[in-house]
């Protein structure tokens, strides 16, 4: 009986609290993308960073505006981080391996502008494939030092593919949305071989709410990746899709993970 009321619980505050953690994410007005150039004025490690801490590039996902992930971001400055945010080009609907490519190039601006060797990538939902593919295709597994994903549909997702089913065609047209559905060529090639390749430290979070990555079990990774399941450690702590670039239990694990600490997620941050 406690049992039940407990999920039941959990089950009630999920709906309350997501639609607001959506909204909270999409509030502001979509700004241009966020440049290396303009970010070099970023604050210079004084936290919990070492003072050689590499830079974070947090790659936003699918409609993604830079605004949605400044939360994340203040936390890390907050840590002594220099932040850059990566805005997916015509916010990721096009080809993931194009967005990789861009990728490329403002990891090679931020490295450029900071002289640092290696940088550690934070990334979100789709974020995550585009910070793949060039990790794994694009010469990015000899500069990227941690890869940590939130929510990133690494195996594909059904939500992708219902769009199909209910009659809108092929993801209606969105090549990013077909790439993301399970089974599709782009992800047979990305998860061909070794999913952590070079010496990139590869850790995933996902989250039992997840509204958009289903089954959530398909956002994680295999090959010796550290894999974070938010309610694993914190039975009743609600987290939606979009609630992860805002969670502070969820930013505990990206903390830790940048720090090479062990992983343990604090159930009661805000």
Known sequence: MLLRTILAAATAATVLLVPTAASAATAEPAP??????????????????AANANPVVVV??????SIAYEPIAARLRADGYRVWIYQLPNLGF???????????GFVDQVRASTGAAKVDLVTHSEGGLVSRWYVKFLGGADVVQHYVSLGTPQQGT???????????????????????SIGSDFLGTLNGGDDTPGAVRWT?????????VRPVGNAV??????????????PLRVVGHLGLVLDGTTYT??????ADAAIRPNCFAV
Not at 94 to 104: F, M, P, T, V, Y
Not at 162 to 172: M, R, T, W
Not at 226 to 233: F, H, K, P
Request: net charge negative; proline share 1%; hydrophobic share 45%.
């Open 221 to 234: 990774l295999a090959d010796g990746a550290t894999n974070v399941s938010i309610q694993a450690w914190c």
């Open 32 to 49: 241009a993308t966020t440049t290396a150039e303009s970010a070099a004025t970023e604050n210079a490690p004084t936290s919990l960073a």
């Open 253 to 258: 694990v990206v903390r830790q993970a940048l």
């Open 60 to 65: 936003g996902g699918l409609i993604g505006v």
């Open 204 to 212: 995933t979070v996902r989250t039992w709410q997840d509204e958009l």
């Open 94 to 104: 096009g080809d993931i391996r194009q967005s990789a490519q861009s990728l490329r």
């Open 158 to 180: 059904y939500v992708a593919n219902i769009i199909n089913f209910v009659g809108l065609g092929s993801c209606a047209g969105i090549v990013a949305c077909q790439q993301m």
